[in-house]
C-alpha cells in the first residue's frame, strides 16, 4: 500500500544498490548514464518504453542514433547487474563486443555506424542473450501484483497471491 512505503527508506535502499552495482569500490562516483539507467531498471513501466529511455539517454536525445561507442557503454552499465548479482556467465559473460556487433547488424550482414531507436529496440525484443535478465526481470515485476480467484487447498487462502 503506498501508505507503507518508507520514502527516505527507498531513496535510501535505491541509492546502495545503485552504488552497489556501478561503484562496487566506493570510490565516490558513478557515471550519469550509470545512475539514470539504475533508475530506469527500478522504474516500473512498459518494457517496450524501458528499452526506448534506455537507448535515449545512451544516445543523448529523442532523435539522436547510437553509435558503437556509446551502445557500448550502454550494454556495459546494463552487464553490471549480473556481474553483481554473481550471474555474468550465465549471460554470455562481461565481453560485450559480441552483443555490441549483433546490436548493430540488425537486419544487415554487416555492421552499421549507428542505428536508431526501432532497431535497438527490435533487437532487444529477440531477446539477446547478454540482456535476457531484462525482460525477465519486468515479468517478474509484474507478477508480483498477480492474484487468483481460487482458494488454496491446503491453507484455504483465498485468493491466492
Not at 535510501?12 to 539514470?36: C, E
Not at 562481461?94 to 542505428?115: D, T, W, Y
Not at 526501432?118 to 535476457?132: G, N, Y
Request: hydrophobic content about 45%; charged content about 20%; glycine content about 6%.
Amino acid at each position: 500500500e503506498p501508505e507503507d512505503i518508507t520514502v527516505s527508506v527507498c531513496v535510501d535502499l535505491a541509492l546502495n544498490w545503485i552504488l552497489n552495482v556501478f561503484d562496487s569500490q566506493r570510490q565516490g562516483f558513478t557515471r550519469v548514464l550509470s545512475f539514470k539507467l539504475g533508475l530506469v531498471l527500478l522504474c516500473r513501466g512498459p518494457l517496450l518504453e524501458k528499452y526506448s529511455v534506455m537507448f535515449q539517454l545512451a544516445a543523448g536525445g529523442e532523435s539522436a542514433n547510437l553509435d558503437q561507442r556509446r551502445l557500448g557503454l550502454l550494454l556495459y552499465d546494463l552487464v553490471m547487474v549480473p556481474r553483481y548479482l554473481g550471474e555474468v556467465a550465465q549471460f554470455g559473460g562481461s565481453n560485450i563486443e559480441p552483443s555490441v556487433r549483433s546490436c548493430m547488424s540488425v537486419g544487415v550482414k554487416e555492421p552499421r555506424a549507428s542505428l536508431d531507436c526501432d532497431m535497438f529496440v527490435k533487437w532487444l525484443q529477440d531477446e539477446p542473450q547478454s540482456l535476457v535478465w531484462l525482460p525477465v526481470l519486468h515479468r517478474l515485476a509484474s507478477a508480483e501484483t498477480a492474484t487468483h480467484d481460487v482458494k488454496c487447498r491446503i491453507c484455504r487462502v483465498d485468493p491466492i497471491v
